[in-house]
């Protein structure tokens, strides 16, 4: 009786048990069918949309962002053009019929290129030559292929956001998918199911900055619907689900010059620039005409690993002699140094192993003999004189040791918003060290040791001294707007907060930097179209190949009626070799000069009686 008990006892506890199991399993069922459908564990997977994905062969037309344009209206981010779109799945109707004889005499392109691209195909793409370019085709030519009504082979319009010859790419920036930042930067979208882990958000550039702005709708998309074979589903047709929206996206109306952006990466590729970058500004108002960084990358494919991505031109370096331009204000300003005062240099300077780059030394020179000669020893001798702290103070008035971007207070839901990513603010002096120590000083004073700059500051600091020495915030955007062409934000000029020089030392400065061009380091740019100053520097690099050093030039043009402020940098280039700077900025210079004439030439039918 007892042993029938427990048998009962048992077989009760197994059947309550596998009831629990049963429960368990419709409420996990009930849980991942109906309940959290779209928001299914922490990442917030649609579950929905995820199994439509896996019956779903889908392009997109559109990505739904806002465009990012130049201050004349062209697009950095994609034009519209009609275009053939293949699907995977066209394959066997096309290999079936004479489809590719009839698609290849629409187009114009070979059939052996039609059979190659469709062989090669396994996931829907846009039909491109031999060298990577878009086919674009007429209305006629579309309307002709989508009168073959093949499954698969569509013409319509479709907007690529990044194309492979497009400029300007470090300072568009890229997207990508990215969960964890999506989730950290937009809380409110991410709980409301507005945004989830398939979301695509700006990862560097213009892009991550205005992020918030360029989202706008929902990207346009054509879909087919597949079997397990990938062949079309019967009663699915094509699916194209195109936003429509009169204000949104907004789009961004940039400063820069799409004219001399391509003209600037014309000449860093044509003079072979490995690392480094270009930055030419408006020489009144600071604002961003074009940014080359160099080496370049592709903006749909990213490798984060090498970070060719990231734009050199915000990136700090040691600046070298160029530096020399904020001692030299320094002891002007402060009446440390006369300009009739002179210096000995012997090429040694007595201690700390300290030379001049020209060993016999310079003699007996002024202040602006030393600057257009870039002289080390009268320049460590200068330093000494105005001290680790005015150092720290000009350095500040100039624009450097801080970012120097343009900052909005307040924008949107956004506090202290900055234009351009990944600005690092450079610096004088390291942590700890001593403002007074004469080792740290003399070279401080030639721009080594601790001294970092970015190229955006440097340039930056040349249009500091052409406005009489008061530094500028470096403006990108010009305004934001919406689709209908209404402004919804526009950005003004703004000084940065520093106090700047005065305007005598600033004129100073101006005919100093010339002399560099006529009688120092920079008489190769004498022969250049318009007349320019500037100031030469040459960096050791302090890593692991101390024969390498990067170069610089900052300057202006043209030297009477200042149009442009430039800084050139050729990174880790060998010692002794040619200066790679100096002669990018005459080609620069050049560049300006014929884009500036052929902007005032009259055009055809407009010319003066």
């Known amino acids: ?55 779903q062969q889908s392009i997109v037309l559109h990505s739904g962002r806002g465009d990012i344009r130049d201050r004349n209206g062209y697009a950095f981010t994609g034009e519209e053009h009609r275009a053939l779109i293949l699907f995977p799945l066209a394959r066997g109707s096309l290999e079936g019929t004479n489809g590719l004889s009839r698609l290849s005499a629409i187009v114009g392109q070979p059939v052996q290129r039609l059979a190659e691209v469709m062989e090669n195909a396994k996931a829907p793409l846009l039909l491109r030559n031999e060298e990577g370019k878009l086919v674009v085709l007429s209305q006629r030519q579309a309307d002709e292929v989508n009168a073959l009504a093949i499954p698969g082979v569509v013409a319509l319009a479709v907007t690529e956001r990044y194309r ?107 003079a072979g620039l490995q690392q480094g970058s270009i930055v030419v500004l408006d020489a009144q108002t600071a604002d961003v005409r074009a940014i080359v960084s160099r080496p ?26 160029i530096f020399k331009t904020v001692v030299a204000a320094a002891a002007l300003a402060e009446g440390i140094v006369s300009p009739t005062e002179r210096f000995t240099c012997t090429g040694e300077y007595g201690k700390y192993h300290f030379s001049c780059w020209k060993k016999d030394g310079h003699g007996s020179v002024t202040i602006e003999e030393a600057y257009s000669q870039s ?89 500091a001294i052409l406005r009489g020495g008061q530094p500028m915030q470096v403006r990108l ?48 740019l004498a022969g250049a179209s318009w007349e320019v100053a500037g100031k030469s520097g040459t960096a050791q690099t302090g890593g692991e190949n101390p024969a390498q050093n990067h170069l610089w030039f900052i300057g202006y043009a043209p030297y009477e009626q200042p149009q442009f402020a430039l800084c050139i940098v050729s990174e880790n280039q060998p010692s002794g070799g040619r200066n790679q700077a100096i002669e990018m900025f005459r080609r620069a210079v050049d560049e300006l000069a014929g884009q500036t004439a052929q902007s005032l030439r009259p055009r055809a039918g407009n010319s003066p009686e």
């Open 1 to 55: 009786m007892q042993l029938e008990k427990r048998m009962k006892r048992r077989q009760f506890l197994v059947l309550m048990g596998m009831t629990f199991i049963w429960i368990g399993l419709i409420a996990r069922l009930w849980w991942i069918q109906i309940a959290a459908t779209h928001r299914f564990t922490k990442r917030n997977i649609d579950l929905v949309k995820s199994a439509v994905k896996q019956r």
């Open 164 to 270: 492979p010859d497009e400029v300007a790419k470090h300072v568009i920036g890229f997207i990508n998918q990215n969960p964890a930042l999506v989730q950290s930067l937009y809380p409110d979208e991410w709980a409301s199911g507005k945004m989830n882990a398939d979301s695509t958000i700006g990862a560097s550039g213009l892009e991550r900055s205005f992020d918030r702005f360029l989202q706008g709708v929902e990207p346009s998309v054509l879909s087919y619907y597949v079997d397990g074979q990938g062949n079309p589903m019967r009663g699915l047709d094509i699916r194209y689900s195109k936003q429509d929206n009169e204000y949104y996206p907004l789009s961004l109306t940039t400063t820069l010059d799409v004219d001399i952006q391509r003209r600037m990466e014309k000449i860093a590729d044509e």
């Open 296 to 321: 370049t990358y592709d903006q749909t494919k990213v490798n984060l690993a090498t970070e060719n991505w990231k734009n050199r031109a915000v990136k700090q370096l040691p600046p070298g002699s």
């Open 375 to 463: 002289c080390n020893i009268a320049f460590a001798q200068i330093a000494n004189r105005v001290g680790g702290e005015k150092l720290e103070e000009y350095a500040r008035r100039l624009g450097l040791s801080e970012q120097v971007g343009h900052v909005t207070a307040h924008l949107f839901k956004l506090d202290g918003f900055r234009q351009i990513d990944g600005e690092q603010r450079g610096a004088i002096f390291a942590p700890g060290v001593s403002r007074r120590d004469e080792g740290v000083l003399i070279q401080t004073a030639i721009g080594q040791r601790d001294v970092r700059v970015t190229p955006l500051q440097a340039a930056n600091m040349v249009v």
């Open 477 to 524: 955007v010009e305004e934001i707007a919406y689709r209908n062409g209404q402004a919804f934000h526009r950005f003004p000029l703004q000084t940065l907060p520093a106090e700047g020089i005065d305007f005598v030392t600033a004129s100073k400065l101006r005919k100093m930097m010339r002399k560099v061009v006529t009688d120092g380091t920079g008489q190769a």
